[in-house]
């Protein structure tokens, strides 16, 4: 499977403010996923990043609130922007495994706060 | 609306005996379904899948069983350890993005 790590880990930020999220896989991948897990609640797919093109977002996510790159095949950042405490969450990145088109494989998470 | 629900919050066993994992689904169009372990901190693991074509998976410790006539599927843990302990989510693809349930809490006392 994929090893994948993002950065930072955790961060605590003031409402108002952007934080930017990376997302990097030892493997070069098509697909790459952002999701976020609210506190309580289920892990939500936020948007699907491919390379070379404009990210794919879900019903109720939108561009100018989270917008996101995808330089090259290993790489991908999120941005949150202009936070408010509702956007609290853990965010996490995904891929496909390499030997499945149907398994996706995780990385650790950012476990965000915004006061 | 949730597609995918997990309606037991927790679960408690015994180390030794078996857990059950329990998750419906609403949408007859899911095509795959897949079991995810969390430990906190962490990001979730893939425990085990599978495909709507089958109605039975099995992977040492873990099985997972597929009504679809009942829109539900189940993950059996035999034996249980205390390492399983953890949030266990149960996921269906659709296209390719995975839509959660809300998780099953398993702690497993030794």
């Known amino acids: 499977s994929a090893v994948i790590s993002q950065k930072p880990s955790r961060d605590i930020c003031q409402r108002g403010t952007s934080l930017t999220i990376q997302c990097q896989v030892d493997s070069q991948v098509t697909m790459m996923f952002w999701y976020r897990q609210q506190p309580g609640q289920s892990l939500t797919l936020i948007a699907t990043?491919?390379?070379?093109?404009?990210?794919?977002?879900e019903s109720g996510f939108v561009i100018d609130k989270f917008p996101i790159s995808r330089p090259n095949l290993t790489f991908s950042t999120l941005t949150v922007s202009n936070m408010s405490p509702e956007d609290s969450s853990i965010y996490l990145c995904?891929?496909?495994?390499?030997?499945?088109?149907?398994?996706?494989?995780f990385g650790p998470g950012t476990r965000l706060t915004v006061t | 609306d949730q597609q995918v629900k997990q309606n037991s919050p927790s679960l408690s066993v015994q180390e030794g005996r078996i857990s059950i994992l329990n998750c419906d689904y609403t949408n007859s169009m899911f095509d795959y379904f897949l079991w995810y372990k969390k430990y906190p901190a962490e990001g979730p693991t893939f425990l085990i899948s599978i495909s709507s074509i089958k109605d039975k998976n099995e992977d040492g410790r873990f099985t997972v069983f597929l009504n679809k006539s009942a829109k539900h599927l189940s993950l059996h843990i035999v034996p249980s350890q205390p390492g399983d302990s953890a949030v266990y989510f149960c996921?269906?693809?659709?296209?390719?993005?995975?839509?959660f349930g809300k998780g099953t809490t398993l702690s497993v006392s030794s």
């Open positions: 996921a269906a693809l659709a296209g390719t993005a995975l839509i």
């Open positions: 990043a491919n390379q070379g093109s404009e990210a794919t977002y």
């Open positions: 995904s891929v496909f495994s390499d030997t499945s088109s149907y398994e996706q494989y």
